[in-house]
C-alpha cells in the first residue's frame, strides 16, 4: 500500500468558522473527475468495493469514522481513524480495496473526489467484503 496518502489538513479557523483545502489540482493531476458527498448512519458502512483504474480521496467533514484498506495483492490491511476529531484526507489508489463505517452516534458525513465520473457502462466498481 506505497501509493496510499495521507495528509493532515491545516485548518484555518477564526471565530466565524473554519476553512481547509482537500483537493487542489497538484494533488491530482490529469483531467478533472467527480466529486461527490455520502452519508453513513450510526454504524453503517459504504463502500465494500475497489476500482481497477479509478483513485479516491476521502475526507470526513462531519462525525466520525474508520476508514479499512486492504492491498489486493498482498492481503496487507489498516485501519484509519478519521473525523472531525483528525482532520485527514486518504488518497486511495487503484487496486487498494475500501470501506468506511460511521463509529460516531451522529450522521457521518464523507467528501470524496473520484478520477473519473460514474459511467453505468463501465463502473469499474468491485464488491468485496473487508467490513
Not at 476553512?19 to 452519508?39: K, P
Not at 468495493?49 to 476521502?58: S, T
Not at 484498506?69 to 489498516?78: E, F, H, I
Request: charged share 35%; aromatic share 8%; with cysteine.
Amino acid at each position: 500500500m506505497n501509493d496510499v496518502e495521507i495528509r493532515k489538513l491545516k485548518v484555518l479557523e477564526d471565530d466565524r468558522g473554519a476553512f481547509f483545502e482537500v483537493i487542489r489540482r497538484e494533488h491530482v493531476g490529469g483531467d478533472f473527475g467527480q466529486i461527490y458527498i455520502t452519508t453513513a448512519k450510526p454504524g453503517q458502512v459504504k463502500g465494500n468495493h475497489f476500482h481497477e483504474r479509478k483513485e479516491e480521496w476521502f475526507c470526513v467533514i462531519k462525525g466520525e469514522g474508520e476508514l479499512v484498506l486492504k492491498d489486493n495483492s498482498t492481503g496487507k490491511q489498516r485501519r484509519i481513524k478519521m473525523g472531525e476529531s483528525d482532520k485527514l484526507v486518504v488518497k486511495i489508489p487503484a487496486n487498494i480495496s475500501h470501506a468506511i463505517r460511521n463509529t460516531g452516534k451522529d450522521t457521518l458525513i464523507l467528501l470524496a473526489y473520484i478520477t473519473e465520473p460514474y459511467n453505468e457502462d463501465d463502473p469499474d466498481t468491485y464488491k468485496v467484503e473487508i467490513i
